[in-house]
């Protein structure tokens, strides 16, 4: 069964830094999807980007940005130019392309921008 | 907006009184999931149907069903919540080979 770690409970940084997230999975798989998902207080969880195992190039939706290394499984997502706007619980999640597509989560970081 | 809608939002029940969450979607997706997420947790999946095939997890209580009677609604039904069934309920949809899944807002479940 494939496990998603995401070793950084909380996390706080200034606006307008660069803050990274890690994220580690485990698989026996060769192709499948990684995402990260942001869940503000109270709101809705919103998918912020999704990476393509297959694929070498790391994805990036604006400011948002991952670091894909697939042999040593991990998966880390940087925030460029924080803004109040991104504190949030933030999920790491793995989806199968084989079988059932359901996501696996990981334990969620706590990010909080402050002013 | 295309959207995936949940009712209600906030939702209190008495200890042992059936309840029934229910979500709605614009997307025409075909697969619809459900997850119970509590505090500070990850979202646990409970079931998904892959149009009307439903697909129970292994670990999901026997307290917990749904129906889909349409493409469109899907619905949760807790027989006899129990307190530690307290939680946010979220729903979700995808659609085929899209590998993407949409939340809904989720509806927050009081047990008293």
């Known amino acids: 069964a494939q496990t998603v770690t995401q070793s950084q409970p909380e996390m706080s940084v200034q606006e307008a830094e660069t803050v990274t997230l890690s994220c580690t999975y485990d698989?026996?798989?060769?192709?499948?999807?990684l995402f990260w998902y942001k869940q503000p207080p109270s709101r809705q969880m919103i998918l912020v980007i999704r990476q393509e195992a297959y694929k070498q190039q790391n994805a990036t939706e604006n400011r948002f940005s991952v670091n894909f290394q697939k042999a040593a499984k991990s998966f880390s997502l940087k925030i460029s130019d924080s803004q109040l706007g991104d504190t949030a619980m933030y999920f790491c999640?793995?989806?199968?392309?084989?079988?059932?597509?359901?996501?696996?989560f990981g334990q969620g970081t706590r990010l909080t921008i402050n002013p | 907006d295309a959207m995936v809608i949940q009712n209600p939002r906030y939702q209190v029940t008495q200890f042992g009184k059936p309840v029934t969450l229910s979500c709605s979607q614009t997307?025409?997706?075909?697969?619809m999931y459900w997850y119970q997420q509590k505090s500070s947790q990850a979202p646990k999946l409970l079931f998904h149907y892959y149009d009307k095939d439903f697909n129970n997890e292994a670990d999901t209580p026997d307290n917990f069903q749904s129906r889909r009677p349409n493409t469109s609604f899907c619905f949760l039904d807790i027989r006899s919540p129990g307190l530690g069934d307290a939680a946010m309920y979220l729903c979700a949809t995808e659609g085929d080979g899209n590998y993407e899944q949409y939340f809904g807002p989720g509806t927050r479940l009081t047990v008293t």
């Open positions: 999640a793995f989806m199968s392309i084989q079988g059932a597509q359901k996501l696996v």
């Open positions: 698989t026996s798989e060769s192709n499948y999807y």
């Open positions: 997307l025409n997706h075909n697969v």
